[in-house]
């Protein structure tokens, strides 16, 4: 009797445990084998994707020349999955059989075969390991077979559990069918998961592992949770056969090893590299998953030198077979590149023929070229999204186009909410986006040249007599300048008022006259009519980090005031009785001071154009600094900040854009629309 086997005659099909005496029995013949391998190896099948346990137990049928195999997946009434069956119409397993393929680990019948007995079909498998896989599914487990020995059918139970996992048991049992076949049962223990099964693309995964065998023996009929598997049905086109650029020492392979591209129409979540042997079994997962928002595909690697390998082998070829997974994975590459810019090309040309295409053959400039490109790169990943016709279509297309002119953030909710497009497909697109940068590049470029037209808009209002007289400070000028920090510098963009500096501004404000308001308290100062009165106005914005604070306060002049030595000396006196508040007497802080006009008068240019300081600088301490500027100088330095990404976006503020600008952002903080140009 061979090691680890304990065999009993027992007429209630008694089992005892390996190595145990139990006393012989008329009746049916029961045995039990113990492999000769430890528990962890064994259990280290639990851990196997649960798709790939599917189709081991699919070819273990289909290798025993199946010619129909249905995976039914029953559910209890809260529809979690209770018990896997997998049922196939296959030669089933001979008491010998069984004995030899259970208790053996590692081999298996099948070693050394090419092809099925009677030499009907490919054989699949070799290394012995496929009933191990039902491990990573449940915790119970049967097979019930029946195959004809001498003309007569004769049955056999095989069973096993993840309590023993190196213990199996074999009885001869009356056959539960009427022809030869094998059902295998699998217990899900409550509380595990299944949800690649459960999973939409559940399907679809197992027909990728299985496509080339189905389309090579289309008699074979297989079937998982009721809809039979056809990859004619998921196939886009043909299958594409990449030639590789291949190391010398697979030369003189025939054939030479190629990766067959099989392309799907619908996204699947199991995307890893199959490699297979020069037919196109798939034998095993490769590497990282192929992660494309264009393009859903499987990249078949197939070589005579996989005919015959090992499951340890196979986990190996990193080291063996490097060149050859390099050449692969550099074709797939490659060859996806192409793929995307085609089916780019064909959703851009079908939206051009239709009329809804929001871009011209010319871009009028950088940034619309940029934005285009992002556009097709969009609405190619949401193309099975789209509605297929009508104002929705066009709508959606209006849509996208519209995120990315202005609000690229806004995006993701257009596409999750307007479309439905799925989560898979959104993280896809992200992806593919970040690696591009080119969200970044039209949010930087809206950016740009949003403050361009904005500056535009501000010179044509200042320079317009009527409108520069008609101009409101306190809900016109102000407003419009609070949102625009950035004029004053970068920093100050995100900067925020603070609460706690209103008091000790509002303590010294009188020196600077009667007719100067804080920005907090604006709303006192209205004229009856309800409009905001004629005063001055002092913004003022705090920012802080580890080390410092920095604060910035800002008199904004009315436009038709021309400062002189008054308020030079107004500005200054305020600026050192602020700073040397006993609150902020010491404190690690750095004042700003800007006095902000139209214009000034000549009698002060000794004053702000001191030798060795920049232009404006006033008044230069350690604690602070006073600033007098004009806008013309405020707007010219801030253009020349800009004017090198305006260069590389080929964009011109011209006086139609600025004033269209001001009409769509601004038309309520000034007096009238202004006109198409000055007087």
């Known amino acids: 009797m061979p090691m680890g086997e304990n065999e009993t005659d027992s007429a209630s099909g008694g089992i ?11 009746g049916p013949q029961a045995f039990e084998f113990q492999l000769e391998v430890g528990e962890r190896k064994i259990l280290h099948f639990a851990r196997k994707p649960q798709i790939v346990a599917i189709a081991e137990l699919v070819w273990n049928a289909l290798d025993a020349n199946a010619t129909r195999v249905d995976v039914e997946l029953r559910r209890t009434g809260m529809q979690a999955i209770s018990d896997i069956v997998v049922t196939d119409n296959g030669d089933g397993i001979t008491r010998e059989r069984a004995r030899s393929s259970f ?15 009677g030499s009907t079909r490919i054989m699949h498998g070799r290394n ?30 095989i069973t096993g559990s993840a309590d023993h996992p190196t213990i199996w048991q074999v009885e001869e049992a009356a056959p539960a069918r009427t022809e030869p076949g094998t059902t295998v049962r699998i217990e899900v223990p409550q509380g595990k998961t299944l949800r690649s099964l459960e999973n939409g693309d559940a399907a679809a995964n197992l027909t990728a592992k299985l496509a080339f065998y189905l389309l090579a023996y289309p008699d074979v009929l297989v079937t998982f949770d009721g809809k039979r598997l056809n990859p004619s049905d998921i196939i886009v086109g043909d299958p594409v056969y990449l030639r590789l650029e291949l190391p010398e020492e697979y030369a003189q392979d025939d054939p030479e090893p190629v990766v067959t591209f099989v392309e799907w129409n619908q996204r699947m979540s199991d995307r890893k590299m199959l490699i297979c042997n020069a037919d196109g079994i798939a034998l095993y997962d490769h590497g990282r998953d192929w992660s494309d928002s264009i393009v859903s595909f499987t990249p078949y690697l197939r070589s005579n030198r996989f005919n015959s390998t090992s499951i340890d082998d196979l986990h190996l070829l990193p080291m063996t077979h490097a060149g050859l997974l390099d050449a692969a994975e550099k074709a797939i590459r490659d060859h996806l590149t192409l793929r ?50 009508g104002v929705a279509r066009r ?47 039209i949010s930087a470029a809206t950016t740009v040249t949003n403050r361009l037209n904005f500056m535009g808009g501000l010179r044509k209002l200042l320079a317009d007599d009527q409108l520069r007289r008609a101009l409101r400070e306190v809900d016109q000028l102000h407003p419009m300048i609070a949102q625009n920090l950035w004029l004053f510098g970068e920093d100050w963009t995100m900067a925020r008022t603070e609460v706690g500096l209103t008091n000790v501004l509002q303590a010294h404000l009188s020196l600077l006259g009667d007719e100067v308001a804080l920005e907090t308290q604006l709303e006192a100062v209205e004229r009856e009519d309800g409009r905001g009165g004629r005063v001055d106005i002092l913004l003022f914005r705090s920012r802080r980090d580890d080390n410092s604070t920095e604060r910035i306060i800002i008199e904004l002049k009315r436009p038709m005031v021309r400062v002189g030595k008054d308020e030079l000396d107004q500005i200054k006196s305020y600026a050192r009785a602020v700073v040397d508040n006993p609150q902020y007497r010491g404190v690690d802080c750095k004042w700003r001071f800007y006095l902000v006009t139209y214009d000034y008068s000549p009698t002060i240019l000794r004053d702000i154009r001191q030798r060795d300081k920049p232009a404006g600088l006033f008044d230069d301490q350690d604690e602070y600094e006073v600033w007098v500027k004009s806008w013309a100088e405020i707007l010219d330095s801030a253009e020349g900040k800009l004017r090198f990404f305006q260069e590389q976006l080929d964009y011109e503020a011209t006086d139609e854009r600025v004033t269209q600008h001001l009409r769509d952002s601004y038309a309520h903080f000034i007096p009238d629309a202004p006109r198409e140009s000055a007087p």
């Open 16 to 26: 005892g445990l390996a190595g145990s005496s139990v006393p012989a029995q008329a």
């Open 103 to 117: 208790r053996d680990f590692g081999t298996t019948w099948k070693a050394g075969r090419t092809h099925t007995e």
């Open 128 to 157: 012995g390991e496929g009933r191990l896989f039902a491990f990573a599914l449940g915790d119970r487990f049967s097979w019930e077979s029946a195959a004809k020995v001498d003309g007569s059918l004769n049955g056999v139970r």
């Open 340 to 389: 995307g810019a085609e089916i780019s090309a064909e959703v851009v040309q079908q939206l051009k023929d239709e009329g809804i295409y929001p871009y011209p053959d010319r871009a009028a400039s950088r940034i619309q070229e940029i934005e285009s490109q992002a556009f097709d790169v969009v609405v190619t990943v949401a193309r099975n999204a789209l509605p297929d016709k």
């Open 395 to 441: 709508l959606s297309v209006d849509l996208i186009q519209s995120a990315l002119e202005s609000s690229p953030g806004d995006l993701h909710k257009i596409l999750k909410k307007v479309l439905a497009l799925g989560d898979e497909e959104r993280r896809h697109l992200a992806n593919l986006l970040d690696s591009t940068d080119l969200p970044h590049v």
